[in-house]
Structures are given as C-alpha cells and as structure tokens.
C-alpha cells in the first residue's frame, strides 16, 4: 500500500515539474481573477455612494435589464454575475497575447484544463503579455496583444462589472453583456472560433432586440447602435476579404520561395487592403488607416476578425432557415446539443 502511495506521489510530482510554467501561470491567473472579484464592491453599496456619477448609475440599472432580458428572452442562463462592480480606476486589468504563423493565417495555440486548446493566452500584468509577446516573435511568430472588452471565467466565479464596461453606449454595452452571458451558457471546448462567432451573432442580435424593447426602433439609441454595426460590418468584410486573398497568396506559394520575397510579396498585399481602406463608405467612424501610418498589420490581427466574425453570416442563415428567426429557439437547440464544457 506504501509502495502505491509513493508510487502516485511521485507521478504527481513529476506531472507538476513537467508542468511547472503551467502550474505558475495557472496561480497568476487564478490570483489575478480573485483580485478582480474579492475587490468589487456589492451594486447596492455603489448605488448609494453619492461619489459614483449618476449618469455611470444609470448604466448599472440598464445592466440589470439587460440581463433580465437575456434571461426571461432569450432563456440564457442566470448565472448570478454582474451583481457586483469592480472599479477600474481608468487602467486596464487585462491583456490577450495572440500569435500566427508569419505566413500561414494560422494560430498559435495553448492547451489549458477545462476550456482545452485555445488561440490566445490571457495576462493580469502587463510585463508577463510583454514578455510573452516578445518571446513569441523572437520565434517568427506574427503577434498581437490587445485589452479585452470584456472577460468571463464561464461560471466558475461570479463575474462584476468592470467600470470600464459602463463607458459604452447602451447598444454596445447590451451586446457585451450578452456576449458573456452566452458564453456562462454555451461553451464547447476546443472550439473557440465557434464560441466566439456564436456569442457574437447571438449578443448583436439580440442587443437590437434590447434596445427596441427598452427605447423603440425610432430611437437615438437603437439608430446609434444600428449605425455602429452597420460600419463595424463594412470595416469587418474588408478585413476578411484581405484575409481570404493573404491566405489564397500564402496557399498558392511553393517551397523554393525565398524568405525575402516572401516578406515583400505579403508586405505588398498588406499594404493594398491597408490603402483600399479608403473606399469603405462608413456612416459615423473615421477610416482607421491612419492607425497603420506608423505600422501595418500583421497575420494575426487579420485571423482576430475570422475570429469572431467568419461565421456570422452562417449563424443568420440557420436562425432563418431552421429556427424561423426565433433566437430563443436557437440557444436552447445549442444548449441541448452541446452541454456546457
């Protein structure tokens, strides 16, 4: 019997050394998160703190309708987050480091327990994603490293509101909240385009169905939000259709290619879709090639729009053609088929 004990001791004990840079990302993590939740402060004590702006208060008791909405409406599920609010203080709390191959759209990816292989790695300090970051692209690797609108740990804890989430207008602050509400509900492992395509189009539907129900079709509110997404729709088809002829290019390459005529050849094609930019008609924002001037982008920011935005157009059809644009009827499909990790 000693000899099984020491026997499964040492077997853990090797597993932990082996992962041993898992295991000490895995305690920052966890850390990081605790922070954030043990750190909110409860809605009812924010509400009565006469130092909170009114016009932020204000967007707590739309955060309590939307989620109400989402779960008498859409039957996702009632997960008890967003009862508490964590002051930012204006900093940012998080960063996702993401990465692709330099001439393949291709992600990188990291296996972790429970949600399974995923095509980022998320930080709670700023120097650890640096870091992470640059040791990526001493591999060859095309990096990106951005600050999430909005983070979810999928039910294991009870999610706040970040403060920063109060500074979006109310279509937008809707669809986020919707976003993370669908992923608590409808999570598969392995399959984070899915999850993140599928949150997307559920939360930006719905955001519509919100605000018509809470303001009117004819309102500034469902207009401003209409308009936004109409220009983030034109900008996103832009960008994928950039994303479809770099990977056509990179297909199409064979092995006696060299490395420089490689770079040239996809700088070139990056620099087209950067300078067509120019012909996409956009009702309030400003073209963003001017964020390029300095830098252009690179595989991995064209692989963040397949990202959540490849199978959108998919996911509209199936909502009318197999469920009779009925979104409720939709989730609760999914919920049955794919039970929750």
Do not use: C
Request: hydrophobic content about 40%; cysteine-free.
């Amino acid at each position: 019997m000693k000899r099984v004990a020491w026997g499964l001791l040492l077997v853990v004990v090797v597993a932990l050394l082996w992962n041993w840079s898992l295991v000490i990302y895995g305690l920052n993590q966890g850390i990081g998160q605790m922070k954030i939740v043990w750190g909110a402060r409860p809605i009812a004590e924010v509400m009565a703190d006469p130092s909170f702006p009114d016009s932020l208060k204000a967007k707590l008791r739309i955060i309590d309708e939307i989620k109400e909405f989402a779960i008498d409406s859409l039957g996702l599920k009632d997960s008890k987050n967003y009862q508490t609010v964590f002051d930012q203080k204006g900093e940012e709390l998080m960063w996702v480091v993401t990465a692709s191959e330099p001439f393949q759209l291709k992600p990188k990816t990291w296996h972790f327990p429970v949600v399974g292989t995923v095509p980022y790695k998320g930080y709670f300090d700023k120097d650890n994603a640096v870091a992470e970051m640059r040791r990526l692209q001493t591999e060859g690797w095309d990096v990106g490293v951005r600050n999430p609108g909005g983070w979810s740990t999928l039910g294991w804890f009870t999610d706040p509101i970040l403060s920063g989430m109060l500074e979006r207008n109310e279509g937008d602050l809707a669809s986020l909240i919707i976003h993370e509400m669908v992923h608590a509900s409808i999570f598969i492992k392995d399959s984070v385009e899915f999850n993140e395509n599928f949150a997307s189009f559920i939360a930006d539907s719905a955001a519509y169905d919100f605000l018509a129900w809470k303001y009117g079709r004819d309102s500034q509110e469902y207009e401003t939000y209409l308009y936004e997404v109409i220009d983030h729709q034109r900008y996103s088809n832009h960008v994928m259709r950039g994303a479809n002829a770099l990977d056509s290019m990179y297909q199409s390459w064979n092995d006696s290619m060299g490395m420089e005529e490689k770079k040239s050849l996809k700088e070139s094609m990056i620099k087209r879709i950067v300078e067509t930019m120019d012909t996409i008609t956009l009702f309030k924002y400003k073209i963003p090639r001017e964020r390029f001037r300095e830098r252009l982008p690179n595989n991995d920011y064209f692989l963040a729009y397949r990202r959540y935005q490849s199978k959108l157009s998919v996911l509209k059809d199936e909502l009318d053609q197999k469920y009779g644009g009925d979104l409720r009827a939709m989730i609760e499909a999914y919920e049955s088929r794919y039970p929750f990790l």
